[in-house]
C-alpha cells in the first residue's frame, strides 16, 4: 500500500501544510483597534487582511493560496443586503401594525417574516461561497462555483422538511446532498470537482449526537410537556402566585445535551469533513484526509479551559480594583469634592478600556487556541494524489462574480 503524506513524484501525493507564519496577533490588535475607532466600518478591510493571511499560510506545494478580493467589494455587498433587508423590515413592521392587535395574524406574519429572512440568509450563504472562490487563487489558477442559487435553496428547504419530520435522522443526507450540489459545481481552472458520497456513511456517525444531544433535550422537555402546554402557577401567602418549576432532571438533561452533546457535534463536524474531503476528485486528482474528530473536541476542551482561566484571572483583577477604588470614591463623594459629572468621566474612562481589553483577549484567546489549531489540523491531514496532474490544469475563461453578500455580514466564516 502506497503510504500516504509522501514526497510527490516518488509516491505521487502530496500533504498540504499550513506554515503559521508570525504576525496573528499583531493583526488582530490592528484589526480590532481600527474597527473601535471607525465605528465598525474597518471590518470588511479587517476580514479581508485576515482572509489573506490565513490563505497564504495554506500551502500546497510549497506555494501559498491566495485571497484576492478587498474590503471595498465587502463594503458594496453590506450596502447591497441593506438593500434587501430595509424594505423587507419595513413591510414587516408596516404588516404588523395592520393586524390591529390579532395575535393569530401577527403570529402569520412573524412566521412569514422569519421564513423570508431564513431564505435570504441561505441565499446569502450560497452566494458568499461563490464570491470565496472566485476569489482564491494558486499558482495564479482561480478557483470559481456556478450552479443555480434557487436550485441550491430548493434542496435545503427539501432536505430541511425531511431532517424536521425524522426529528433530525434525515440531516446526513441533506449534508452530502448539499457538499455534493456545491462541490459538482466548483472548479480550479478549467477543471470541476467530483464527490461521491452517501448520507449512509455518516448516519451513524450523526447518530452518536442525536443520543447525546437530541435525546437528553426529549428527555428534559417530556416530563414538563403538560407543565409547558399548561402552566401551573402556586399561591403564594404573600404576593402573586408563582409559576411551579421545571422538574429537577430536566436541567440535567438539558446540561447533558449542552456538553456532551455539544462536544459530540464538533466531532461529527470534523468526522463529516473527513469522509467528505476524501471522495473529492478533481478530474485524475484524489483528495485524502486523515483528520480526526477527537483532535477537535480536544481543542474545544483546551480553548474552554484557558477561557475560564482567564475570566477567573479578569474577574480577581476587577474584584482588586472594586475594593480599592469604591472606598476612595465614597470618600470623596462624602467629602463633596467630587461631581456627579466627574464620577460618570473616571467610571467610562476605567470600564471602557477594560472592556477592549476584556473584547482583544477573547479575540486573541479564541483565533490562536481554537480556530487556528483546527484550521491547521484540517489543513496538514489533507493529502492530495496524482498531485503531478496539477500541471495539466490551464486558467478558466469563466469571469468571476465582483461582490459577496453574506461575506459582508460575515455569514461564510471560514
Partial sequence: MTEIGGVAGATGYERVTYEGRPGLVGLLSKNLFLTLITIGIYRFWAATRLRRYLWSNIRIGGDGLEYTGTGRELFLGFLIGLAVLAPLSIVYIVADRLSLGSPVLAGCIQGVYFIALFVFLQVALFRSRRYRLSRTTWRGIYAGQTGSTWTYLGLYLGYGALTLVT?????????????????????????????????????????????????PLVLAILPNLSALLHPVYIPQPKGAPMLKMPHPLAFLFILVAVLAGGLALIWYRIEAFRYLASRIRLDTIQLHS???????????????????GILVGLGIVLRILYAVAFPLVLGMIAGKTLSTISLSLIVAGVLVPIYIVIIWLMQLVTYCWLWIPIIKHLASTLDIENFAAVNEIAQSSQPRPKLGIADSFELGAF
Wanted: no cysteine.
Fill in 290 to 308: 486523515a483528520a480526526k474528530g477527537i483532535t477537535g473536541v480536544g481543542r474545544v476542551l483546551l480553548f474552554s479551559l484557558g477561557l475560564i
Fill in 167 to 215: 426529528v433530525g435522522l434525515a440531516l446526513p443526507w441533506m449534508h452530502v446532498a448539499l457538499a455534493r450540489y456545491k462541490l459538482d459545481n466548483t472548479n480550479f481552472g478549467n477543471r470541476t470537482m467530483h464527490i461521491g458520497a452517501k448520507g449512509s456513511a455518516l448516519f451513524w456517525r450523526w447518530l452518536v449526537v442525536v443520543v447525546l444531544l437530541v435525546a
